[in-house]
């Protein structure tokens, strides 16, 4: 059955956002963890983390398989997914990120703005391996 149109592509994506934050701040917390010498918790939030990571891939597995067509998430295939990541990387240095540095200054967070700008240029040489991929790819 066609997921388009449905509530559960909805709950799928919504999902996998989710869990795929959960799986970053369960690192963010474990590095906190390290900080405070507490080892234990350290161990715990990474193995919980390293489950989150399963979790969302098993939502990118169930919207490659209904053949969900979600290509800022996902595809079925190598290529469209490195297009994609191509596409989404270069919206990010030349427009997104650019635009938020720009507010940031303006609204008086200039660190805030550097990070944006320093993103954007990871942004760019990400793209460039991505393409350089697809190009080996087709070749
Ligand atoms: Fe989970």
């Not at 592509?9 to 507490?38: C, G, M, P, V, W």
């Not at 030349?94 to 805030?112: D, K």
């Not at 240029?121 to 391996?129: Q, S, V, Y």
């Amino acid at each position: 059955m066609d997921l388009k149109g449905t509530q559960t592509l909805e709950h799928l994506k919504e999902a996998y956002a989710r869990e795929a934050q959960a799986n970053i701040r369960y690192h963010f917390s474990a590095r906190l963890a390290d900080t405070l010498a507490r080892p234990e918790v350290a161990q715990v939030l990474r193995a919980a983390a390293d489950e989150e990571r399963g979790h969302a891939f098993g939502f990118l597995d169930l919207l490659v398989e209904h053949g969900a067509r979600v290509p800022e998430i996902v595809a079925a295939k190598l290529e469209d997914n490195l297009e994609a990541s191509v596409e989404a990387e270069l919206h990010e240095f030349t427009e997104l990120y650019t635009r938020y540095a720009e507010v940031a200054i303006q609204e008086g967070f200039p660190e805030i703005a550097r990070w944006f700008l320093e993103l954007a240029k990871a942004g760019a040489t990400h793209a460039l391996w991505l393409q350089q991929c697809l190009d080996g790819l087709k070749s």
